[in-house]
């Protein structure tokens, strides 16, 4: 079992900052990837942000240099958000990219954050 558990989410006024948290925990083996994505209302979702177990980053082109990802050692990834713009408006998900296990057998999964949601005011 993987769990993936959000926090950091909330109300802001466009200019301000947020910082999402996302912890891993259960039998993971190893971690891939970790990201975040997010939806705005009719819309599909889409990448903001992943760092890979190279910490090699990867970022939407709209959030670039205003968003910053990372992860501690601990299994948590964060996603600091600067200068957020009421189009930053959306619920985020986090993203695990593991091999986990069960006994001896190893699998290979995507597992899904419940959500955060993020409003920036204008």
């Known amino acids: 079992q993987v769990q993936l558990v959000e926090s950091g989410g909330g109300l802001v006024q466009a200019g301000g900052s947020l ?16 990201g975040w994505y997010r939806q705005a209302p009719g ?19 709209s959030v670039k240099g ?15 958000m600067n200068s957020l713009k009421p189009e930053d408006t959306a619920v985020y998900y986090c993203n695990l990219d593991c091999t986990s296990y069960s006994g001896s057998y190893f699998r290979r999964g995507d597992y899904w954050g419940q ?3 993020v409003t920036v005011s204008s």
């Open 115 to 117: 959500g955060t949601q």
């Open 43 to 61: 819309k599909q979702r889409e990448l903001v942000a992943a760092i890979t177990s190279g910490i090699i980053t990867n970022y939407a082109d």
């Open 19 to 34: 910082r999402l948290s996302c912890a891993a925990s259960g039998t993971i083996s190893s971690i891939n990837a970790m």
């Open 66 to 80: 205003r968003f910053t990802i990372s992860r501690n050692a601990k299994n948590t990834v964060y996603l600091q």
